[in-house]
């Protein structure tokens, strides 16, 4: 990894992307923190693809990744193709599955055909489609855990892994183990601490204040052919921007290539 492939999601500042305006303000502070890329998720205000582009290249940041509407990735791939060329960027993810009922196998498995149908035609159209995990996404289907069958039933060509380091750990794997298995399959990374408190609970927290080892975790990314380490917070305790810095500042020390 290179200072460069780290990027951050800009859902983590959704509050701060609800018009072009303060779009242009939020990218202007990420790339004083250092950021050079984003993936595009959680950006508001009905703007227009082109314009998101535009916003975050005259800051200096480029569109590393997006994640789209998970109906429709699977309905209208070729719309979203139309979009990810619309904002200059190859990979985007299956963000969510919305509506799909995880304990009915026969949806689940409609899913992932759909996936890798919706993934065959961004690859014949210069995109790449990645699922995106949660925790769900590790309970058993039959005799293996639902992520193993994902990968099993879909072609390698026509889905990747944009494997998130919180959720993988938050449904009992292991993201180092995960990483390695996902080589070759692994464009994106979403980097997330996974912090515990006093509370008995777990929370997210800004990456080097939680329980992750992300040393291992980036050097077993980068060893499985990762492009992009995307730093999120689903939630932070206070400003979000300064989570972010922090977030950076821990990544930009597990750099295996010196800027």
Known sequence: MNISQIAVQLYTVRDFCTSAASLAETAKKLRAIGYEAAQVSGVSGDIAAPEIRRILADEGIKICATHE???????????????????????????????VD?????AVKAMVSDLDAAGAVLRENG????????AIEFIRLGDEVLMDYIGRATSPENLKFELDTYWVQFGGANPVEWCRKASGRLP??????????????PHFAEIGYGNLDF?????????????????????????????????????????????
Request: charged share 20%; hydrophobic share 40%; proline share 7%.
């Open 69 to 99: 509407s998970g109906d429709l990735i699977r309905s209208n791939p070729l719309a979203v193709v139309e979009r990810l060329k619309a904002m200059d960027v190859v990979h985007t993810a299956y963000p969510y599955p919305s509506g």
């Open 102 to 106: 995880f304990a009915d196998a026969a």
């Open 127 to 134: 995109c790449v489609l990645s699922y995106h995990n949660h």
């Open 188 to 201: 994106v990374l979403h980097c997330k601490d996974y912090g515990f408190g006093a509370n008995n609970q």
């Open 215 to 259: 040393p291992a975790i980036v050097a077993a990314a980068d060893a499985a052919g990762c492009k992009w380490f995307v730093v999120e917070q689903d939630t932070c305790p206070g400003d979000p921007f300064v989570s972010l810095e922090k977030s950076y500042r821990t990544m930009s020390e597990c750099l295996s290539t010196p800027d």
